[in-house]
């Protein structure tokens, strides 16, 4: 069964619809370039009214470790979703910050890689192996591809070319769980399971009646067709 997350949650009545029509997770954006992003206090007051089963994510990019462990006790988090930067030619775990934050086992943590990486392309692509390879080191066991880009790193609400990274997909989930994001919908997110098979999906804009405001209708949508689709993935 499909893994679903529903991210850029900001308000109390929408996450609860979110559990209500299915979701295993909901994201809160902590990023200060999203018109999604939402303060640790707030999200505080929205988790406390969240069953213990759903999956509390924090999205991070371009933070420190101190900032995003207060946020994250601060907050009542269970995960960190950390963004990669397809700009950086030396970028690894050991100098990704936010991996010290998580690797006390105390929360997940999802790394999420340009979905470029999964096609070939970029000064890091073959990079990406290191990232899949089984260690046991290795402080995670979920990787997101986005089709997000240095200046906007998610909710663009364009998916990538699925058909052309389903190869790569198909090796990575060898190791890793794999979970899809960008520019998925109710209308496309069958098309999406049923190409990639991945483990997991997650999306924003594509549920929303505007930016940080959830759609009732379009989320059960969502999730009715996602739950449909990957029966048997």
């Not at 990486?117 to 080191?137: D, H, I, Q």
């Given at each position: 069964?499909?893994?679903?997350?529903?991210?850029?949650?900001?308000?109390?009545?929408?996450?609860?619809?979110?559990?209500?029509?299915?979701?295993?997770?909901?994201?809160?954006?902590?990023?200060?370039?999203?018109?999604?992003?939402?303060?640790?206090?707030?999200?505080?007051?929205?988790?406390?009214?969240?069953?213990?089963?759903?999956?509390?994510?924090?999205?991070?990019?371009?933070?420190?470790?101190?900032?995003?462990?207060?946020?994250?006790?601060?907050?009542?988090?269970t995960a960190?979703?950390?963004?990669?930067?397809?700009?950086?030619?030396?970028?690894?775990?050991?100098?990704?910050?936010?991996?010290?934050?998580?690797?006390?086992?105390?929360?997940?943590?999802?790394?999420?890689?340009?979905a470029t990486?999964?096609?070939?392309?970029?000064?890091?692509?073959?990079?990406?192996?290191?990232?899949?390879?089984?260690?046991?080191?290795r402080p995670?066991?979920?990787?997101?591809?986005?089709?997000?880009?240095?200046?906007?790193?998610?909710?663009?609400?364009?998916?990538?070319?699925?058909?052309?990274?389903?190869?790569?997909?198909?090796?990575?989930?060898?190791?890793?769980?794999?979970?899809?994001?960008?520019?998925?919908?109710?209308?496309?997110?069958?098309?999406?399971?049923?190409?990639?098979?991945?483990?997991?999906?997650?999306?924003?804009?594509?549920?929303?009646?505007?930016?940080?405001?959830?759609?009732?209708?379009?989320?059960?949508?969502?999730?009715?067709?996602?739950?449909?689709?990957?029966?048997?993935?």
């Open positions: 069964m499909t893994w679903i997350k529903i991210c850029g949650i900001t308000n109390v009545e929408d996450a609860l619809m979110a559990v209500e029509a299915g979701a295993d997770a909901l994201g809160f954006v902590f990023y200060e370039k999203s018109p999604r992003k939402i303060d640790p206090g707030t999200v505080r007051q929205i988790v406390a009214e969240l069953p213990s089963h759903v999956e509390k994510v924090g999205v991070f990019v371009h933070r420190g470790a101190d900032q995003a462990t207060r946020i994250a006790e601060e907050s009542g988090l960190l979703q950390v963004h990669l930067q397809a700009s950086d030619p030396e970028i690894s775990l050991a100098n990704t910050p936010l991996v010290a934050v998580a690797s006390s086992r105390r929360r997940k943590l999802f790394l999420v890689l340009p990486w999964a096609m070939g392309e970029g000064p890091v692509a073959l990079n990406l192996s290191s990232f899949v390879e089984r260690r046991p080191e995670f066991d979920t990787i997101f591809l986005d089709s997000g880009t240095p200046e906007q790193p998610g909710g663009t609400g364009k998916p990538f070319e699925w058909a052309r990274a389903a190869p790569v997909v198909e090796e990575m989930r060898k190791s890793v769980n794999v979970v899809i994001a960008g520019g998925l919908t109710p209308a496309n997110v069958a098309e999406a399971i049923r190409i990639l098979k991945p483990w997991g999906v997650d999306v924003a804009s594509g549920v929303e009646a505007s930016p940080g405001k959830k759609d009732s209708e379009k989320v059960r949508a969502f999730v009715a067709a996602a739950r449909s689709a990957g029966k048997g993935t």
